[in-house]
């Protein structure tokens, strides 16, 4: 052994183990086992986001299409209350109209009895006035007091004879 | 050894050589070579110990190394995964994008694939300790640091060559721990262990050492087998021993060697010049660019490394026969 490239050296082969295990113990308390831990939870991380990702795209695709249908259903619930309340509101207006007509019919007709009667009444009257009238001159010209006979049966004759001429 | 290497070398009084290299004698490329390589001497540790149990335990320049690399590792990747796990929202920024790559990356295509998805987590911190040991160790040992710092005392601070400085008492000796195979070998005999733990958690101990050969076999099979399967468990962290210790320290002579060139050719023609020529033109672009292939090597090695052990655990842990 007399190569120096090949001398035996028995110190150098133990520090060397001593070191490297003292190494391997402290970088594994201190630096790689947390590292691995790290790079391993990190993927976990990694992968759950990825996922959490995929799963809200889809809950937003369910979302829009949702949204999409109630807006298409507001509308059309729209559309109808707008054609309904125009229905509503023809009717009632036509309604409106015919009880406006009724009734104005029926005001005319009314007053049309009223002034029937009151005619009626006017004529009543004025034919009574004419027989007082007509009593009065007659037996004013005459001067000759009839019996209550005669007065009776004067009076039904010139009832008679206004009935008759009486314009119908 | 370097000095006695310095010893057995042809003296040599050219004064163009003795400007560039020792002061008294010739330049030996092969033992500058060496020293740059191997281990500062055993004879003369930074720190002397005393021996315990007949082993010298003393602090040599790769046990200094070593505490060097591992101290940074620790502090540097223990400080950024702090503040990254402290975040309230933890988002990855600067040097921990990299940091989890490295750690995603040997989980997921390293240990993953040969050890499975159950003992993933077990695994992993030991191989990743490997994997950045390893090349954190390879990296430090392709930057001339050392070189940098005699420099520095050499020329700034004006310290001979033999000079009793701070900086001197650390210059000799190669800066690469991972090429030397003491070094590799107490890696290698972590993977040993590592392999057999791994198979007796898998399967419990006595199960383990069965299931290193098939069963159900004719019995004179077996009489061949079972010395062959338990020359195969010392062979496996032989060879990852071999691999990288020689990865590393060829790498390094291919580089030395090349730029010895220039203090050879200075000495052949007594001429700094040539020397300088010769370095310019030729040593000064191959370093560079064996060096920009070094960086590939130090990586590929430490990875190597940490695939093989990842692969030997997976197969005592899966055992397909």
Redesign the interface.
Known sequence: MDN??????????????L??????G???K???????R??EE?QETIRKSLDDAEKIKQELVRVQQESAQIVAEARAEAQTIVSRSRAEAETVREDLKRKAKEEAAGLVKNAERQIQQETARAVQEIRREVVDLSLAVASKLIKKNLSQEDNDRLIQDSLDQIETARPS | ?SAQHQEEATPHVGEHAADVEHASEGFDAGATI?EH???SS?EHPLVHLEPIAG??????K??MM??LV?GL??VV??MV??A??NQDR?VPSGFMNG??WL??SI?DSVVLPNVGAKYV?TW???L???F??ILAANIVGLIPMFEALGLVDRFVLGNGHDAESLINGVLHGGTT?TA????T???A??TFFAIIIAGTMAHGFVKHWKNLVPSGLAKPIYVLLIPIEIMGMFVKPFALTMRLAANM?GGHIAILSILSLVFLFTEMFESAAVGMGVGVAMSLPLAVGISALEIIVVMVQAYVFTLLTSVFIGMAINVHH
């Open positions: 120096p490239l090949v001398q035996p050296d028995p110190g150098l082969f133990i520090w060397t183990i070191t490297f295990l003292i190494l391997l402290l970088l594994a201190f630096a790689w086992n947390p590292l691995l790290a790079l990190r | 050894m060496i390589v191997t281990n055993l082993i010298d335990l003393s602090v040599t790769h046990v070593m505490w591992a590792l620790f990747i223990t995964t702090r990254y796990l933890r940091l989890e750690v995603q989980r987590n992993t911190p030991l990743l300790t490997m950045v040991f721990v030397n195979y003491n070094v070998a107490a890696l005999t972590i320290t």
